[in-house]
């Protein structure tokens, strides 16, 4: 299966500061690491500025260097991206199942 490609959700992680420093613009870095060639899906991605972005790059320097926590990060970008969705009428919060994280099949309804 293809990675969720959500440029809506990419334009809103440059819109947020960066999670190491908080400066702005920021780009969307797919955080977590791929088992394939391909990038991961864009509900793992955070923001972080131009250096920090760079600096992401060497996954296991970034990592010893700024002690993150990536998965609850990216764990509550998606469940305030999600609440966003529903607060914009974009998916019906009837739609939505009581779960750890928001999975595919919420984001892409009523799309």
């Known amino acids: 299966m293809k990675p969720l490609r959500d ?10 500061p960066c999670c190491i420093c908080q400066c702005r613009p920021c780009d969307p870095h797919h955080a977590l690491p791929s088992r394939t060639a391909q990038k991961q899906t864009d509900l793992c991605c955070i923001p972080l ?4 972005h760079e600096m992401a ?3 296991k320097e970034f990592a010893r260097r700024f002690v993150l926590d990536i998965p609850a990060i990216i764990n509550c970008l998606n469940r ?6 529903i607060e914009c009428g974009e998916v019906s ?7 750890p994280l928001p999975t595919r099949a919420m984001l892409m309804a009523e799309a």
């Not at 919060?93 to 779960?99: I, P, R």
């Open 7 to 16: 440029p809506r959700y990419r334009v809103w992680v440059r819109s947020l």
């Open 80 to 85: 305030e991206y999600l609440l966003r969705r």
């Open 93 to 99: 919060a009837e739609s939505v199942m009581h779960g």
């Open 49 to 52: 500025c131009r250096q920090h």
């Open 57 to 59: 790059l060497n996954r």
